[in-house]
Nanobody, 123 residues
Framework: QVQLVESGGGLVQAGGSLRLSCAAS????????MGWFRQAPGKEREFVAVISWNGGSTYYTDSVKGRFTVSRDNAKNMGFLQMNSLKAEDTAVYYC????????????????WGQGTQVTVSS
């Protein structure tokens, strides 16, 4: 079954860290860029970070630069989002997705999405 499954979310205090994982059950995972998006209650789903197919390039939204790190392990069909120095405003459901674009940042550029994992940061 073709799917993406996120894990690693939870409740953390402000200033803490979490590491999200994305397990990909798709053929040729290494041919896709992998992105992370998030959606807070009452808000649109927004871009967070993306990593190119080979891990050679990354791009982040300004609000997470220097705090979040995106990575991948193509041999294991896995993607990761390391989140440090978490803030209350990082609270959201986080989604991983795959794209044929080199470094897509728009939702419509992604063709397969996971179900999401909740991240809650208490202040």
């Amino acid at each position: 079954q073709v799917q993406l499954v996120e894990s690693g979310g939870g409740l953390v205090q402000a200033g803490g860290s979490l590491r999200l994982s994305c397990a990909a059950s798709i053929r040729s995972f290494g041919n896709y860029a992998m992105g992370w998006f998030r959606q807070a209650p009452g808000k649109e789903r927004e871009f967070v970070a993306v990593i190119s197919w080979n891990g050679g390039s990354t791009y982040y939204t300004d609000s997470v630069k220097g705090r979040f790190t995106v990575s991948r392990d193509n041999a294991k069909n896995m993607g990761f989002l390391q989140m440090n120095s978490l803030k209350a405003e990082d609270t959201a459901v986080y989604y991983c997705a795959v794209s044929r674009m080199l470094l897509g940042i728009r939702r419509h550029e992604y063709e397969l999405w996971g179900q999401g994992t909740q991240v809650t940061v208490s202040s």
